[in-house]
Nanobody, 123 residues
Framework: QVRLVESGGGLVQPGGSLRLSCVASGFTLEDYAMGWFRQAPGKEREFVAAIGEIPRDTDYEDSVKGRFTISRDNAKNTVYLQMNSLKPEDTAVYYC????????????????WGQGTEVTVSS
């Protein structure tokens, strides 16, 4: 059974940091590109970051470039999203997702999704 389980969300002040984790099971993580998406209250879900089978192959949405870093540890079946310099507009439920091989931004390209972890940035 394929599962993606996110964790690491919570309440953080503006300027703070969080590290999200996504643990995968039921498939071979190294054969998949992984993405992080987010959905803010009242908005559609949007792309945040993605990492290819080759870890140096990454892509970021413009508003998070320089603040967020996506990484993967295939030995631990885990993908991470390090979020620094957080802003109130980063408040959202964050989802990880998996798609075979190629990196991408389109949600329809992703086969597997987690249930999400909530991030709230507020003072």
């Amino acid at each position: 059974q394929v599962r993606l389980v996110e964790s690491g969300g919570g309440l953080v002040q503006p300027g703070g940091s969080l590290r999200l984790s996504c643990v995968a099971s039921g498939f071979t993580l190294e054969d998949y590109a992984m993405g992080w998406f987010r959905q803010a209250p009242g908005k559609e879900r949007e792309f945040v970051a993605a990492i290819g089978e080759i870890p140096r192959d990454t892509d970021y949405e413009d508003s998070v470039k320089g603040r967020f870093t996506i990484s993967r540890d295939n030995a631990k079946n885990t993908v991470y999203l390090q979020m620094n310099s957080l802003k109130p507009e980063d408040t959202a439920v964050y989802y990880c997702a998996a798609r075979p091989r190629e990196i991408g931004r389109q949600q329809w390209q992703y086969n597997y999704w987690g249930q999400g972890t909530e991030v709230t940035v507020s003072s």
